[in-house]
C-alpha cells in the first residue's frame, strides 16, 4: 500500500494550506491516520493524528491552529492548518499505524515572514 499526500506549498506567515493524504487501497485494520513534520536539522515529530474512533492528538505547537479529520471507509485523512508561522515550515509526512506503520512521500510546507 502506498501514501499519497498532497496540498503543501509557499504561503505567508498567517495563511492557511490544507494538506490530503490517501492510501492507495483500503487498509484494515487502522489504529490512526496522522501528520509527522521534519524541519532542516531537527527530528522527526507528530504534528496530529486521529484514531479510527475519532479521537484526535495535536502537537502543543499547533493546538488552536491547525485541524486534523478522516474518512476511515476510504483511509484518507485531511490536516487544514490555520495561522501558519514561519516555525511550522517542514517537510510533513503522512502516517498511517496499521500492523506496521506506513508512510508517504512528503510534501514541503514553506512559510514565510
Known amino acids: 500500500v502506498q501514501l499519497q499526500a498532497s496540498g503543501g506549498g509557499l504561503v505567508q506567515a498567517g495563511g492557511s494550506l490544507r494538506l490530503s493524504c490517501a492510501a492507495s487501497?483500503?487498509?484494515?485494520?487502522?489504529?490512526?491516520m496522522g501528520w509527522y513534520r521534519q524541519a532542516p536539522g531537527k527530528q522527526r515529530e507528530l504534528v496530529a493524528r486521529?484514531?479510527?474512533?475519532?479521537?484526535?492528538e495535536y502537537a502543543e505547537s499547533v493546538k488552536g491552529r491547525f485541524t486534523i479529520s478522516g474518512d476511515n471507509t476510504i483511509n484518507t485523512v485531511y490536516l487544514q492548518m490555520n495561522s501558519l508561522k514561519p516555525d511550522d515550515t517542514a517537510v510533513y509526512y503522512c502516517?498511517?499505524?496499521?500492523?506496521?506503520?506506513?508512510w508517504g512521500q512528503g510534501t514541503q510546507v514553506t512559510v514565510s515572514s
Open positions: 487501497r483500503r487498509i484494515f485494520p487502522v489504529d490512526y
Open positions: 502516517n498511517l499505524r496499521t500492523w506496521g506503520d506506513v
Open positions: 486521529i484514531t479510527s474512533g475519532g479521537t484526535t
